[in-house]
């Protein structure tokens, strides 16, 4: 059974800093592209990052990166600002001979506010 956890998530103050972690089971992990999305309240889902791409806004706060051994990807945040409010979600992707294969986590609440 395939698994994507997240965590790390809570409340952080603006100019703080939060790791989020993503651990997969139940697929080869090595195998699938690893991508932070986030959803803001009444907003669409959007494109955070993977290892090599990040969305402009937060470029240069925000780092990715991946430990295949522990089949966890991790969301380093810096310099947190009250729009990086959010739930952060964690997708893995692979191109298989039978399709396309994609998971998605449940998603860990970040907040930034005074």
């Known amino acids: 059974q395939v698994h994507l956890v997240e965590s790390g998530g809570g409340l952080v103050q603006p100019g703080g800093s939060l790791r989020l972690s993503c651990v997969g089971s139940?697929?080869?992990?090595?195998?699938?592209?690893m991508t932070w999305y986030r959803q803001a309240p009444g907003k669409e889902r959007e494109l955070v990052g993977s290892?090599?791409y990040y969305v402009d806004s937060v470029k240069g706060r925000f780092t990715i990166s991946r430990d295949n051994a522990k089949n966890t990807v991790y969301l380093q945040m810096n310099s947190l600002k009250p729009e990086d409010t959010a739930v952060y979600y964690c997708?893995?992707?692979?191109?298989?001979?039978?399709?396309?294969?994609?998971?998605w986590g449940q998603g860990t609440q970040v907040t930034v506010s005074s």
């Open positions: 290892t090599t």
């Open positions: 997708n893995a992707v692979a191109r298989t001979p039978y399709g396309r294969v994609e998971y």
């Open positions: 139940g697929f080869t992990f090595s195998n699938y592209d």
